[in-house]
């Protein structure tokens, strides 16, 4: 895939148990693009968010769905709960396989980090070198920056419990795999959200 969208929905309170079946009309509809895989409610950070991951074969059908998505009065199927809208346009890192549905949570984590000017190309060469190490603990979901906005990585690590994430996280520094040496490039800008599988989610 080439390009990913991940749809931060911010919600009226009790709205995501509401939103499985339209969510994916409307990402299922006559001249929508992309593939829907996955789609996650909020349990640890901001709450009352639903995040939508979807992927692209080209940038174009990612414009264009864009295009769709803030030209509907109805966007996901949320706009009677909706408060927030953001939709962040995505590029996997190179050499990493594309996101397929499958059952690797239920634990989902969603980690964004600001990069400093000029981080980006050493943050690639940092997580190149390092994900080998890193990812024979745990499985990578996904691994990208943004194409536009502030220039940033998003990344998603299923697992099978917190106290999973917990034990592998702690284990991945203690054996020096991580964080990679491009950690320098970081600002202290950083989110974290735990996000559990809507019932419609082609990633669980």
Do not use: Q
Not at 88 to 110: H, N, Q, R, S, W
Not at 132 to 149: E, F, I
């Amino acid at each position: 895939m080439e390009r990913y969208e991940l749809a931060t929905l911010s919600t009226t309170m009790g709205a995501a148990a509401k939103l499985g079946a339209r969510l994916r009309d409307f990402c299922a509809a006559d001249g929508a693009r992309g593939r829907l895989l996955g789609a996650w409610a909020s349990d640890i950070g901001p709450l009352n968010r639903v995040l939508v991951l979807r992927g692209f074969d080209t940038a174009a059908d990612a414009a264009a769905e864009r295009g769709r998505t803030l030209a509907s009065a109805d966007p996901f199927g949320a706009g009677e709960f909706l408060t927030g809208l953001s939709l962040d346009t995505l590029a996997p890192f190179p050499g990493l396989p594309p996101v397929e549905p499958g059952a690797f949570g239920p634990i989902y984590e969603i980690r964004s980090y600001v990069l400093k000017t000029g981080g980006l190309a050493p943050t690639l060469e940092g997580w190149a070198e390092a994900l080998p190490g890193r990812t024979k603990l745990s499985k990578l979901l996904l691994a990208t920056h943004a194409v536009d906005g502030p220039p940033r990585i998003v990344h998603i690590w299923p697992y099978a419990s917190l106290e999973e994430r917990a034990r592998l996280r702690a284990e991945s520094v203690r054996v020096g795999v991580w964080p990679p040496r491009s950690a320098v490039w970081l600002t202290p800008a950083m989110e974290s959200t735990i996000g559990l599988p809507l019932d419609v989610s082609p990633l669980t």
